[in-house]
């Protein structure tokens, strides 16, 4: 079985940085693109950054230039570094990952169960 285990998430003053990571693990034959969402209260979740596994990076506008996703594929982790955090980045992030299992044929989305970030005015 397959987990994304997240970790990183916190409370910060708004301008502070924080870094998230999460791993994943389990029965793991390659993995494809990891990314970030969030989901505020009251809103839909939505992408914040993504990665792909030849390294290219797409960002939602309102953290371009302030976060930064990253990848180790010796660790099946994916980071993201968010700096210059606002209050409106207040969200719950979910870490997930498009990867192929051991013995499947089809690829799979697989998420983490969430990490709070919160920032404070």
């Known amino acids: 079985q397959v987990q994304l285990v997240e970790s990183g998430g916190g409370l910060v003053q708004a301008g502070g940085s924080l870094r998230l990571s999460c791993a994943a693990s389990g029965s793991i034959l390659s993995i494809h693109n990891m990314g970030w969402y969030r989901q505020a209260p009251g809103k839909q979740r939505e992408l914040v950054a993504m990665?792909?596994?030849?390294?290219?990076?797409n960002y939602a506008d309102s953290v371009k230039e302030r976060f930064t996703i990253s990848r180790d594929n010796a660790k099946n982790a994916v980071y993201l570094q968010m700096n210059s955090l606002k209050p409106e980045d207040t969200a719950v992030y979910y870490c997930a990952a498009h990867l192929r299992e051991l013995h499947r044929n089809t690829n799979s989305l697989f998420w983490g169960q969430g990490t709070q970030v919160t920032v404070s005015s």
């Open positions: 990665v792909t596994s030849g390294n290219n990076t």
